[in-house]
């Protein structure tokens, strides 16, 4: 089952792994109920982004394997989560770099 992250209205992380249907579960910390999915995989594919160039890859080189992977990282994240959701929560990917 997939591991999410939640931030409840008190401010409180924590992770929680349930099936994709399955409503968020309560804070584990105050009890809320009221908690938001927060979204993390970003980061991670970015450090695999940069791990698949080499360390020493000029801004130009970066630039390139930003422009290719960025709109196959926000399909996914678009078929994972709705083209709402990507908009609201990682409008960085909707950036043009050419
Ligand atoms: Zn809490």
Redesign the pocket.
């Known amino acids: 089952m997939p591991l999410y992250d939640y931030r ?5 992380l ?1 992770e929680a792994r349930h099936g994709f249907d399955a409503p968020a579960p309560p ?6 109920i009221d ?1 938001q999915r927060v979204i993390t995989s970003a980061p991670g594919v970015m450090q695999g982004m940069s791990a698949s160039v080499s360390p020493n890859a000029s801004k130009a080189e970066l630039t390139a394997k930003w422009a290719e992977e960025t709109p196959k990282l926000r399909e996914k994240l678009v078929s994972k989560l709705g083209e709402e959701t990507v908009n609201k929560y990682a409008p960085t990917l909707n950036a043009k770099y050419d």
Do not use: S, Y
């Open positions: 409840c209205a008190n401010g409180h924590f804070c584990p910390v105050c009890a809320e908690v």
